[in-house]
């Protein structure tokens, strides 16, 4: 039975390098993950406005690079934003806010080169390593969504809600009206089982909905883009040559660790709904800091507090897959975008994984 599941585990990571490896597929790939990195790097623009904005430039590619390319943006959205936190103090994206904290220290000291490099190993580790979890996890878990009736649904839906509305930021009634309004907004459109109308109003636009790409779009796209031009923020670059990309032993030595727990606390918070890239990397900066000999060096430089949050947060990106292509759940916003776009191009998640 274990030879079994061994041989259909290899069978099916070698038929995904095959299709991977094809030339336009590559080529999707380097795409999405050089925009992902550039706007990675513009402060304020993380992936969901990446992702919503450029949604509608894969309508007119085959499915597979699609989701290539759009996974790609949101890896490479999430090592781009540690690049402005480490020399400029400002974070690309949420996620990379810890890494300002130490990265923008060790820039400060000379040692930029260093910061760059452990966080670009360290991204690339903890995602490939997260990308294993994501094959093995998987079909477990497709087995155990296989016994998933309305009950089930209805708690993981309830939870999800009841997440959501715990870590809304202000208050708790705001929250509240929050998932409300976004269950409202769900139900316009037709009945999946009667088909009768409802909240139409007599408008032919929503009688298939509200579309998801003008939501996002607007949402996690312009809104973004425009509040970032309203708000004026001071920049003070460091002038001193980069070097020295590749750590050293004794940063390797220090940051082995740290990779290794980021890695492991960003793949399973990546799993909970709500929980994502953020507060992974938050996490792992809280561990590295409790169990650290000296915690005195943190904020001060320590290339420990660069390593851990940069690996937790592409973990949590692998690990956030695992839901969505397993359960049909998306557990954050940028995987409810790439819900999104597999729907728009005829592909769910949930009856592929068990067809």
């Not at 290794?260 to 590295?288: K, M, N």
């Amino acid at each position: 039975m274990v030879g079994d599941v061994a041989m259909d585990f290899i069978q099916n990571i070698l038929m995904g390098f095959f299709v991977v490896l094809e030339p336009m597929n590559l080529l999707f790939c380097f795409i999405g993950a050089l925009m992902g990195t550039l706007v990675g790097v513009l402060p304020g623009i993380g992936p969901s406005a990446a992702i919503s904005l450029l949604l509608p430039s894969t309508y007119h590619i085959a499915p597979t690079g699609a989701v290539i390319m759009l996974a790609g943006i949101f890896y490479g959205a999430m090592y781009g934003g540690s690049t402005t936190s480490i020399l400029v103090n400002i974070p690309g994206e949420a996620a990379s806010v810890v890494t300002c904290l130490d990265g923008y220290q060790m820039a400060r000291q000379g040692r930029a080169g260093p910061a760059l490099g452990i966080s670009a190993f360290g991204s690339f580790i903890a995602g490939t390593l997260s990308i294993v979890g994501l094959s093995i996890l998987s079909p477990l878990l497709v087995k155990l969504a296989l016994r998933f009736g309305p009950p089930e649904y209805f708690a993981l839906v309830f939870c999800g809600l009841s997440i959501l509305i715990y870590i809304a930021s202000g208050s708790i009634l705001k929250g509240v009206i929050m998932a409300l309004v976004g269950l409202f907004v769900g139900t316009i459109g037709s009945d999946f089982i009667t088909g009768d109308l409802r909240f139409t109003f007599g408008n032919l636009t929503l009688m298939d909905g509200v579309g998801l790409v003008p939501v996002v779009m607007g949402l996690f796209g312009i809104a973004e883009v425009l509040d970032n031009l309203e708000q004026g923020v001071k920049r003070e670059i460091l002038k001193a040559p980069i070097s020295h990309l590749f750590p050293n032993r004794k940063d390797w030595l220090a940051s082995i660790g740290p990779i290794s727990r980021g890695t492991v606390i960003g793949f399973f918070l990546g799993l909970l709904p709500g929980g994502g890239t953020v507060i992974a990397s938050f996490s792992s900066y809280a561990v590295e800091k409790r169990i650290s000999k000296h915690p005195e060096r943190f904020g001060k430089g320590a290339i420990e507090g660069v390593a851990g949050p940069e690996a937790a947060n592409n973990a949590a990106s692998g690990g956030s897959f695992v839901p969505l292509l397993t359960l049909g759940i998306p557990p954050n916003v940028v995987m409810a975008l790439i819900l999104g776009a597999l729907l728009i191009h005829g592909i769910q998640p949930f009856n592929a994984q068990v067809n």
